[in-house]
């Protein structure tokens, strides 16, 4: 009887031990995961890019403060939020494209312009990029990449516009007008300095 008794007593210490070492175990591994998760969220914080990091079902898990500010909503609102309520259809339908095409690699990135669409239904003009990550416990994470190209959109198309102006005037006036650039290479020659 001693003897059940004591080996009882001691698997039950075994037990014990056990569940202790795994708890140690879990909380080390959930520290060192706390810890390398704030790492990579600083990471993120720190560059230029929005970047947000949704799932399969295209639900938001991730959003860095960038990206908050692109679309005006607060990082809490992301979370959780359909990555597509972002995106016009046009740009859903191309986004699901791009999805298909990485998703066979993950070494690969797509990139695209798109427009986003802010919290107040406004549309800023982004360069998107996507690429993937396959884990085994949290299936394909799809990382996007946002950066705000209104700006230089703006600017493009005011350029576009000075151009076609400057081009009516100079068809308008009564001399040839050619214009060289720094190589002395013809950029431009009205009607009239084309027939002299």
């Known amino acids: ?28 591994s959930q520290q060192d995961i706390q810890e390398m998760t704030k790492r990579l969220e600083k990471i993120a914080e720190m560059g230029d890019d929005g970047i947000i990091v949704f799932d399969e079902n295209y639900q938001v898990e991730f959003a860095n403060t960038v990206a908050s500010e692109l679309t005006e909503y607060s990082k809490e609102k992301l979370v959780g939020m359909d990555f597509r309520h972002l995106l016009d259809e046009k740009d859903i339908s191309y986004l699901d494209w791009m ?18 669409l802010t919290e107040k239904g406004l549309k800023r003009d982004a360069e998107v990029c996507i690429t993937i990550a396959k884990t085994e416990r949290h299936g394909v994470k799809t990382y996007a990449y946002l950066r705000d190209i209104t700006e230089r959109k703006r600017m493009e198309r005011e350029i576009r516009e000075a151009t076609k102006r400057f081009e009516k005037i100079a068809e308008m006036g009564e001399d040839g007008i050619i214009v060289f650039d720094e190589d002395s290479r013809i950029e431009f020659a009205n009607q009239r300095a084309a027939s002299s």
């Open 1 to 28: 009887m001693k003897r059940s008794f004591r080996g009882e007593t001691l698997q039950q210490k075994v037990n014990a031990l056990e569940r202790k070492i795994k708890g140690y175990e879990e909380r080390g």
């Open 99 to 116: 999805h298909s095409e990485v998703e066979a690699d993950e070494s690969k990135r797509l990139c695209t312009e798109m427009e986003v």
